[in-house]
């Protein structure tokens, strides 16, 4: 008889995105929701508003200013769907360590630009 040991929270989830495209047990970023982070889904709701959110960075776009400064466009994601997060130089210089696959908390302001929804970043603190 072969003994295995059983597969880790965390590497039963990422084989769940490799295989399958999705999370199916759960999300990485619910071990770190807490009461004053809101979700993606609630995004509309605080409208011109500081927020809290926990993502997962899935996508980071960098690019250059007119000022040849290097700023950033950020897609994040959590259970309930993606948010797209705008880094402007002065604040991806303090936070540019971050890199796709980091689960992060992120103080922003929520914005629309034409139809969508946006926080334009404050602060990001990486969490895993």
């Known amino acids: 008889i072969i003994i295995f040991d059983e597969y880790s929270k ?7 995105l490799k295989t399958i495209g999705f999370y199916l047990t759960e999300h990485p970023v619910i071990k770190y929701r807490s009461d004053n982070v809101i979700t993606s889904n609630d995004i509309v709701e ?3 508003r500081n927020v809290n959110l926990v993502v997962l960075i899935s996508n980071i776009r960098e690019t250059m200013t007119k000022n040849n400064d290097v700023m950033a466009f950020i897609t994040g994601n959590d259970e309930f ?3 797209a997060l705008t880094c402007f130089p ?3 210089k303090r936070f540019n360590n971050i890199k ?3 689960v992060v908390e992120i ?3 929520v914005e629309r630009r034409f139809d969508k929804y946006q926080v334009i970043v404050n602060s990001i603190k990486i969490l895993g």
Do not use: H, S
């Open 10 to 16: 965390e590497d039963i989830i990422t084989f769940e």
């Open 107 to 109: 103080n922003g302001r």
């Open 81 to 83: 769907g993606d948010i």
């Open 46 to 48: 605080y409208f011109d």
């Open 100 to 102: 796709v696959g980091n």
């Open 90 to 92: 002065n604040t991806y």
